[in-house]
């Protein structure tokens, strides 16, 4: 299961975010997202967790949990909507 963490302090690494749900269960992988020019944190990111039970726990246990001096928001990760089609219809020729 993916999962979306958002308000993520700026401190945060990868090994950080995967340290953290790791404690609930296997962890694939753990991704901050970074801004491509700066390198610096965009404060989200995404934690992979094969088990899906464990996943569910770990989003319930932690989010609202204190990472970083910030309250973190957890939930499943939605797919990716195509940015295109949002905005085809509000471009004028």
Request: aromatic share 6%.
């Amino acid at each position: 299961m993916n999962i979306y963490v958002s308000n993520l302090g700026f401190n945060i690494k990868d090994e950080d975010l995967k340290g953290l749900f790791s404690g609930h269960g296997t962890v694939s992988s753990a991704k901050v997202i970074t801004d491509k020019l700066t390198n610096q944190s965009r404060g989200f990111g995404f934690v992979e967790m094969p088990d899906e039970a464990a996943a569910q726990k770990a989003i319930k246990e932690l989010n609202g949990v204190t990472a970083d001096g910030r309250a973190i928001k957890v939930s499943e990760a939605r797919p990716r909507e195509d940015r295109n089609s949002n905005n085809s219809s509000s471009r004028r020729n």
